[in-house]
């Protein structure tokens, strides 16, 4: 979906739209990269505050809940714990069954 957003959904949206969506795609895709630099996570961390100004004009107050402001402290957790593919749990969840 990272790279599949930007594509997909150029002609198809206004700029005003598409912009905002395409940067959010790209901050997930930095952010999800093998190796990881400071550098970048701060400035995903200043990038990222922006990001979600932008996607409050274009969206209505009831999509936004507490989920969306995750974002926001993600550059720092990956920052001091490294990339995100050693941390998560899908691959542990997917095994569990119920």
Not at 40 to 63: G, Q, S, V, Y
Not at 75 to 90: D, S
Request: hydrophobic residues 45%; negative net charge; glycine residues 2%.
């Amino acid at each position: 979906m990272q790279r599949l957003i930007p594509i997909a959904f150029r002609n198809l949206m206004p700029t005003n739209v598409w912009e905002p969506l395409t940067e959010l795609s790209l901050f997930f895709k930095d952010l999800t990269c093998t190796k990881l630099k400071e550098e970048d996570m701060r400035r995903l961390e200043l990038e990222i505050p922006e990001i979600l100004c932008k996607l409050e004009r274009i969206f209505p107050p009831a999509f936004f809940d507490s989920m969306e402001h995750l974002p926001v402290h993600l550059p720092y957790e990956a920052r001091i714990a490294g990339p995100v593919q050693f941390r998560w749990m899908y691959p542990y969840e997917s095994s569990f069954v119920i």
